[in-house]
């Protein structure tokens, strides 16, 4: 099953095309047969929810952005609904507690939240009074997500209402302290809602919440960790905790973004191939483990920055991961497949000069038209709107398969 993003056509398998001698990029088709898996959850997404678990780095994270729905992560979820017929038009999904509390808007925190990187998607631990309040549109309930790793106690309130205690025992033992979540149920009503969570004891670590509107049990939901500064070296853990939860969910497709830190730390395409395979690997055994279907895996990327381009040692190691991620994708051929999500537009293209080029796709710089995607080296909402614009048409396979 093969999508074909324009302008280009031709080529197959695993992502195809490259880079030919001339510098120019080649076939930007798609093929989407190792996703076998997820296009049979996202068929049954009346019934069941089809669930997508988006692992990478700092544009994952949504480094850059200060509106949480911006990311890709949460705009290929709307994408996908729209694409494809839902029971309900659905929640807002997944609202992280990793990361800075001050940059989104969708969660505020008071007194001290130490961010780690394990257990889920990321997680924020307090040892002493502290708040932390996610804000969310209507909805029917929201899903609290905590480990049960320390001993502590914390309260959980709606709109500053009645505040009801959890106290957690604390266990070694994993699963088990990955596991821990709760129900809130939102008052019946079309107004925005808040619901706070506030350190009473001991250590307590809020992974976040998952906001729904009728969609508990059916539709699509899309949930996405992204860790600034790391690349597949850091995920290559035994002890990490997002498949666990992922299999918890029901996950039926992840995607791995990983590319240019894994360049920065010097990873070779061995070693970048090799961890690639490695974090699948542990992703299966702990699906395995929880006797849930094994996923299908989206190996993405982004083509590099102009000025990268120039540099000869960067751009071959870049063709030597695309390779890698291939050549994982043609031995996977039923589970695994491929996609450079910015070769045909100017995600990552730097001059600015009217007639400028990427040299990669050749095609003109509309960086001024589209009002710079580019902050710090991350994607801005824009262009964060065109990646899951094209994830959405070429996970969901629009045009190739009945919707309805």
């Not at 961010?115 to 309930?141: E, R």
């Not at 973004?257 to 690639?276: C, P, R, T, V």
């Not at 009002?371 to 964060?384: E, I, P």
Request: avoid cysteine; charged fraction near 15%.
């Amino acid at each position: 099953m093969a999508v074909i993003f324009p302008p280009y056509g031709g080529g197959s398998g695993g992502g195809g095309g490259g880079i030919d001698s001339s510098g120019a990029r080649g076939t930007l088709s798609a093929d989407t047969g190792g996703a076998q898996g997820w296009l049979t959850a996202l068929a049954n997404r009346q019934h069941e929810t089809a669930r997508v678990a988006v692992i990478g780095t700092s544009n994952t994270k949504g480094d850059q952005l200060t509106h949480w729905d911006d990311r890709f992560v949460n705009r290929l979820q709307f994408a996908l609904r729209e694409q494809w017929d839902t029971p309900t038009e659905g929640g807002i999904g997944w609202i992280t507690a990793y990361g800075d509390g001050t940059q989104y808007d969708r969660r505020s925190t008071t007194g001290t939240w130490n961010s780690q990187d394990g257990g889920g998607f990321g997680y924020a631990g307090a040892t002493a009074a502290a708040t932390m309040t996610f804000q969310v549109p209507k909805g029917t309930s929201v899903e609290l997500r905590y480990r049960n790793r320390q001993t502590g106690s914390f309260t959980w309130a709606v709109d500053g209402g009645t505040a009801t205690q959890v106290d957690v025992t604390g266990t070694s033992s994993a699963p088990d302290y990955y596991l821990n979540s709760l129900s809130i149920p939102l008052p019946a009503d079309d107004n925005a809602h808040s619901i706070t969570v506030a350190w009473v004891s001991g250590e307590v670590q809020v992974q976040g919440v998952v906001h729904y509107d009728g969609d508990e049990a059916s539709g699509i939901q899309v949930g996405g960790f992204g860790q600034s500064g790391q690349g597949t070296d850091n995920f290559v853990d035994d002890d990490f905790g997002l498949a666990y939860v992922s299999a918890d969910q029901g996950v039926s497709l992840v995607a791995l973004e990983f590319q240019g830190n894994d360049i920065s730390a010097g990873n070779d395409k061995a070693a970048y191939k090799a961890n690639l395979e490695a974090i699948m690997a542990i992703w299966d055994s702990r699906f395995t483990e929880m006797s849930t279907p094994l996923p299908s895996y989206l190996l993405m990327s982004a083509s590099p920055a102009t000025d990268y381009q120039e540099d000869a040692g960067y751009m071959a190691i870049w063709q030597e991961y695309f390779d890698a991620r291939n050549e994982i994708a043609q031995a996977n051929p039923t589970r695994v497949f491929t996609a450079m999500y910015s070769d045909w537009m100017p995600v990552y293209w730097t001059d600015t000069s009217a007639n400028g080029r990427d040299p990669i796709s050749g095609m003109p710089n509309n960086m001024d038209l589209l009002n710079s995607l580019l902050t710090a080296g991350h994607w801005k909402a824009n262009g964060h709107g065109l990646v899951a614009d094209m994830m959405a048409r070429h996970i969901g396979s629009a045009g190739q398969i009945d919707q309805n």
